[in-house]
């Protein structure tokens, strides 16, 4: 079945940088187009970012523009989120998720970033 | 900007029936979604497209959306069913917005 699967999370100091990975498989990445969701620790989902499915239109919460980047590999089945100039309040369960028409219908296990401070 | 409003929390027993709203301007001319997080689980898709059901999701889930509101039920609620439920939408064709999040409590 859809399978999505995040790594490179971690304990990072603030203004530090840190990539996250997205790994998919089951199905064929560069058919979608895909998203990133962030959750921080007792607090709802808040949407960080969005590709297409060929890379060529990206779209970011205001609340990270400028700051973080989506990027994807479809010949690795990979997406990836570059977090440069980490602050306290990125702190969050990261997800990604598969977007099908107007909704995010398969979503990954998560992968933890936590400032240091 | 556009945002979505939901109840932070609902309570009810088990057998009753659970509405809950989200809020929004003008959000019958959007689609909506709406997905359920358990407890230490990622989230999952329960409704899209205002009122369809993906294959697996129980009868007794059931959505609309009309006017500014949205509405999630769920008819003859199950001690299972307590989680979060949050609404999406999208703005201006190019962000997702999610609700808030109503955590639901089967008592």
């Known amino acids: 079945q859809v399978q999505l699967v995040e790594s490179g999370g971690g304990v990072v100091q603030p203004g530090r940088s840190l990539r996250l990975s997205c790994a998919a498989s089951?199905?064929?990445?560069?058919?979608?187009?895909m998203h990133w969701v962030r959750q921080a620790p007792g607090k709802g989902l808040e949407w960080v970012a969005f590709i297409s499915y060929d890379g060529s239109d990206e779209y970011y919460a205001h609340s990270v523009e400028g700051r973080f980047t989506v990027s994807r590999e479809n010949s690795k089945n990979s997406l990836y989120l570059q977090i440069n100039s980490l602050r306290v309040e990125d702190t969050a369960v990261y997800y990604c998720a598969r977007e099908a028409g107007s909704s995010l219908d398969n979503w990954g296990q998560g992968t933890l970033v936590a400032d240091s401070s | 900007s556009f945002e979505l409003t939901q109840p932070p929390s609902v309570s009810l027993s088990p057998g009753q029936t659970a509405i809950i709203t989200c809020s929004g301007d003008?959000?019958?001319?959007?689609?909506v979604s709406w997905y359920q997080q358990k407890p230490g689980q990622s989230p999952v898709l329960l409704m899209y497209q205002d009122s369809k059901r993906p294959s697996g999701i129980p009868e007794r889930f059931s959505a609309s959306n009309s006017g500014s509101t949205a509405t999630l039920t769920i008819s003859g609620t199950q001690a299972l069913d307590e989680a979060d439920y949050y609404c999406q939408a999208w703005d201006r064709g190019t962000d997702v917005v999610f609700g808030g999040g109503t955590k639901l409590t089967v008592l």
């Open positions: 089951a199905f064929t990445l560069g058919n979608y187009a």
């Open positions: 003008l959000l019958g001319d959007r689609h």
